[in-house]
């Protein structure tokens, strides 16, 4: 089953007013662990009931993951672009129905989350540091593939949006050579039969003694919920994602 949704996003007016030109180009690795409840029927008669994804899917343990990060400061306004991919595989005992596959029988399970965060933020000076409100969009690939161990029985649930979200961005330059920065991005809809809703933090501590090398370390959390009839079908999914960031970047 393939489920697709998609969320209009409104055109953003680029500023031309620029007194500065710098990128920021950073690359790491992500340590994350996922955690939550699923739950999907075929068909609209039943509800959705959610299970633990770790034991009725084996999911959870921590996996490393690729990060990245590019931005572009004009000045006052600041594009950026980060992005992810995670990978998890298990094994469990359903609790519950999962679409075709029976409770109670032993599944092997294929997660897959892609990640690409674009956020446009306007700077504003503060005493340690900047505030800057704006918009991103966060584009989600998620993918779940769940089977029984004997191959007849198995279900596939996709989902791909692109999420418009409130977003503000915070950077505190107090201690030198250090630099601490706070995203926050957070979007709640309701299109036709679908509830769903997304937030995303992110915090790093950066060294910038090394100019124009930094370094980074971090924490990132994404939580997604949604609930629904999609596709003549019913689901209900609340999975976290969270872990710890590491790497470092040049700015020019």
């Known amino acids: 089953m393939r489920i697709r949704l998609t969320v209009g996003l409104s055109a953003l007016a680029l ?9 920021t180009a950073q690359g790491g690795y992500a340590q994350l662990a996922l955690d939550g409840d699923l739950g999907y029927v075929n068909g609209t008669s039943q509800t959705a009931v959610q299970q633990d994804i770790q034991s009725g899917f084996g999911l959870g343990d921590d996996q490393g993951s690729p990060y990245a990060r590019v931005a572009m400061d004009f000045g006052v306004p600041v594009l950026a672009a980060s992005g992810f991919l995670f990978e998890d595989e298990g094994r469990g005992v359903l609790q519950q129905n999962f679409g075709n596959v029976t409770a109670g029988l032993t599944v092997l399970s294929d997660f897959e989350l892609k990640s690409a965060k674009v956020s446009y933020t306007f700077d504003i000076p503060i005493v340690i540091g900047t505030i800057a409100p704006g918009v991103a ?56 039969d679908v509830e769903a809703s997304m937030l995303d933090v992110e915090a790093l501590v950066e060294f910038t003694g090394l100019e124009p090398l930094n370094l980074f370390v971090g924490y990132r959390s994404i939580r997604l ?28």
Request: aromatic fraction near 10%; charge should be negative; hydrophobic fraction near 45%.
């Open 225 to 252: 919920q949604g609930e629904g009839e999609i596709d003549s079908d019913n689901v209900d999914i609340d999975i976290g994602l969270g872990g710890f960031l590491v790497g470092g970047g040049i700015r020019f």
């Open 137 to 192: 969009v966060n584009f989600v690939d998620l993918s779940i593939f769940v089977r029984d161990t004997l191959g007849v029985a198995s279900e596939d649930v996709q989902l791909q949006a692109p999420l418009p979200m409130a977003y503000l961005r915070g950077e505190i330059d107090a201690i030198p050579f250090f630099q601490l920065v706070g995203e926050v991005g957070y979007i709640k809809v309701d299109v036709e």
């Open 15 to 23: 500023c031309t007013s620029c007194y500065q030109f710098e990128i």
